[in-house]
């Protein structure tokens, strides 16, 4: 797994390794942690964590590169409507 899914009980909150941890899941990349960060974040008996893969969705986002205006497709002008 690349990623933990890290909350606390319902209407807490916590701070661990730098962070708030709320009741709302958090997902964070394993490799965003130093390794005595992550050891902490496990140990800690407040908060939920749980070893995850990112959904797939959120991959794609992350390796789409940013659209290209210029590749724009366009869309002629009906005949007859405009200009001529």
């Known amino acids: 797994m690349t990623h933990l899914r890290i ?3 319902a209407g807490q909150s916590h701070r661990r390794a730098g962070r708030r941890w709320t009741d709302e ?3 964070v990349a394993i490799a965003d942690l130093s390794p005595a960060e992550a050891e902490a974040l496990r140990a800690d008996k407040r908060l939920f964590v749980e070893a995850v893969e990112p959904a797939p969705e959120a991959k794609a986002r992350k390796s789409k590169a940013p659209a290209d205006p210029a ?3 366009t ?3 009906e005949e007859g409507k405009g200009g001529d």
Request: glycine share 0%.
């Open 7 to 9: 909350r606390t009980a």
């Open 25 to 27: 899941p958090q997902i």
């Open 71 to 73: 590749s724009a497709s």
């Open 75 to 77: 869309t002629p002008p």
